[in-house]
């Protein structure tokens, strides 16, 4: 049975409302990485991170799951073998479209975590500096979302899931983050075909065995219709 393993990026709830992070307009182009998104910038200015993520949290609710999300779901229920969606977002998109076992390796924006004991729970809608940790106390709280210097999460299951995928799909994202931007690449390497589905060419596109370039609503339902009806 072919085992599909499934990247996931922003360009896949562009058509739900959300932004991306790199196209014209983008969240980078409105706030600096270094500010909001690293552990440096969040110790700097803990106010400033949870409003960015606050906002997003809110934007993320208000949204719905697209044909996109929704298909890649049935694949997950249809398909006769293993599928893994490994998801650099950290809306909750690809659960609200049906899907069950979507890996956040980028974390969530759904959770919180404490800094000082590594507790998790869910995140309140609007999360504050001083929030105190339900176990420990401690006025730690952050977003349970990784920031570009931490390690991603499930890097114990996305490993040998990549080393054993015969089709590795990467869907709307731009290939500049890594590790992701590197697993087309060593899926190829391993033997596996790999399929790009993207609004325009990523910057990895030359590692992919086939290219589709268009919006997701529309190139991910057919392209999933064409694999389960094969
Ligand atoms: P990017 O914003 O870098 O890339 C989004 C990609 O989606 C681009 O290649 C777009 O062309 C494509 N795209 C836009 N609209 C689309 C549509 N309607 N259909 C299909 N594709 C579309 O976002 P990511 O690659 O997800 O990490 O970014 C990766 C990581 O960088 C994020 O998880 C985040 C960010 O910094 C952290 O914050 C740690």
Same mark, same amino acid.
């Given at each position: 049975?072919?085992?599909?393993?499934?990247?996931?990026?922003?360009?896949?709830?562009?058509?739900?409302?959300?932004?991306?992070?790199?196209?014209?307009?983008?969240?980078?182009?409105? %706030?600096?990485?270094?500010?909001?998104?690293?552990?440096?910038?969040?110790?700097?200015?803990?106010?400033?991170?949870?409003?960015?993520?606050?906002?997003?949290?809110?934007?993320?609710?208000?949204?719905?799951?697209?044909?996109?999300?929704?298909?890649?779901?049935?694949?997950?229920?249809? %398909?006769?073998?293993?599928?893994?969606?490994?998801?650099?977002?950290?809306?909750?998109?690809?659960?609200?479209?049906?899907?069950?076992?979507?890996?956040?390796?980028?974390?969530?924006?759904?959770?919180?975590?404490?800094?000082?004991?590594?507790?998790?729970?869910?995140?309140?809608?609007?999360?504050?500096?001083?929030?105190?940790?339900?176990?420990?106390?401690?006025?730690?709280?952050?977003?349970?979302?990784?920031?570009?210097?931490?390690?991603?999460?499930?890097?114990?299951?996305?490993?040998?899931?990549?080393?054993?995928?015969?089709?590795?799909?990467?869907?709307?994202?731009?290939?500049?983050?890594?590790?992701?931007?590197?697993?087309?690449?060593?899926?190829?390497?391993?033997?596996?075909?790999?399929?790009?589905?993207?609004?325009?060419?990523?910057?990895?596109?030359?590692?992919?065995?086939?290219?589709? %370039?268009?919006?997701?609503?529309?190139?991910?339902?057919?392209?999933?219709?064409?694999?389960?009806?094969?």
């Amino acid at each position: 049975m072919e085992k599909i393993v499934i990247l996931t990026g922003a360009g896949i709830s562009a058509e739900s409302g959300l932004s991306t992070f790199r196209d014209e307009g983008g969240l980078w182009s409105q %706030h600096a990485i270094e500010d909001v998104a690293t552990p440096e910038g969040f110790a700097r200015n803990p106010r400033l991170v949870h409003d960015f993520y606050n906002a997003r949290r809110a934007n993320a609710g208000r949204v719905k799951p697209n044909a996109a999300h929704q298909a890649l779901a049935r694949l997950e229920t249809e %398909h006769p073998g293993e599928v893994l969606i490994i998801t650099q977002n950290v809306d909750n998109l690809h659960e609200r479209g049906g899907a069950r076992g979507v890996l956040h390796m980028h974390g969530s924006l759904f959770g919180a975590l404490c800094n000082a004991c590594g507790h998790r729970w869910e995140a309140p809608p609007r999360m504050h500096p001083d929030d105190p940790c339900p176990a420990c106390a401690a006025a730690a709280t952050r977003p349970d979302v990784v920031w570009f210097g931490e390690i991603p999460y499930g890097m114990e299951v996305i490993d040998p899931a990549l080393n054993a995928a015969d089709l590795f799909v990467a869907i709307g994202t731009s290939g500049n983050v890594y590790p992701a931007a590197a697993y087309a690449q060593h899926c190829r390497r391993l033997g596996a075909r790999t399929v790009e589905l993207n609004l325009e060419p990523s910057a990895n596109t030359r590692d992919f065995d086939e290219r589709r %370039h268009g919006p997701a609503s529309r190139i991910v339902p057919a392209w999933v219709n064409e694999v389960l009806s094969a």
